[in-house]
């Protein structure tokens, strides 16, 4: 089954945008597509004036952690670097890497594949509640009802739900990183259209009977992002 990195980056006032999005466009994912597992790339810059405000994702394989523990991405990515590629990663404000294993994708994965929809809602949730029972039926929930729902939203392309493997946050000026905290899943909801925040399908699983059973027992949280670029 495929995984995902999950990147966020505040570029913050040490690094230049322009030379940061250029680097990171030109160079940085150009050597990532040296390595087979790497499947596809989108970024995305948030529209909902939160930070960090740049994300992108990683389509690969299989393990992504396994992937970046490897060998050939520390000899052909990690350690093939430029002066100006090292002031870059090591004083931008935040990098915040997440590894992430597929659970749940609609339509199915044998449906053909389609280009990188322009807008993303990213949905993330944790659990209060450690009973197992009770998560098995929030993921039924989520997977049979919530993104049903979601699915008649006029532009809407497809979701994905992921389970979180790792996070990890680089030490601004060093090259280390400290593993923190982070929700344990992540739903990537994509369209051709903004219009699906203004769309009451999105605010009827709050409000049906299963919502209010579940929602005071997982954390929800939610953000807005637009298409950057797309490999």
């Keep these: 089954m495929s995984g995902l990195f999950f990147v966020y980056c505040e570029v913050g006032p040490k690094v230049n945008e322009a030379d940061f999005n250029e680097w990171y466009d030109e160079t940085y994912i150009p050597k990532l597509f040296t390595l087979p597992e790497f499947l ?12 960090p405000h740049y994300l992108s994702t990683f389509t690969v394989s299989r393990d992504p952690t396994a992937i970046i523990n490897e060998q050939p991405f520390k000899t052909q990515v990690k350690n093939v670097t430029t002066p100006l590629e090292d002031h870059i990663v090591t004083s931008l404000q935040t990098t915040n890497r997440r590894d992430m294993e597929l659970v749940f994708e609609y339509p199915p994965p044998s449906t053909p594949s389609a280009p990188a929809a322009k807008y993303f809602l990213l949905e993330t949730m944790d659990f209060i ?39 990890a946050e680089l030490i601004p000026g060093t090259d280390s990183i400290v593993h923190l905290n982070a929700p344990k899943y992540y739903a990537l909801h994509e369209f051709t259209n903004d219009r699906y925040k203004e769309d009451l399908a999105m605010l009827a699983p ?10 005071p027992n997982a954390k929800f949280d939610t953000r807005h992002f637009v298409l950057h670029r797309a490999w």
């Design 40 to 51: 596809d790339v989108q970024r995305y810059t948030a529209t909902d004036s939160r930070t």
């Design 129 to 167: 509640d450690d009973d197992s029972t009770f998560q098995d039926d929030v993921h039924q929930w989520y997977n049979d009802a919530h993104i049903a729902d979601i699915s008649k939203i006029d532009g809407w392309t497809r979701s994905r739900r992921f389970r979180l493997n790792e996070s």
């Design 206 to 215: 709050i409000h049906d009977e299963k919502g209010q059973e579940l929602f």
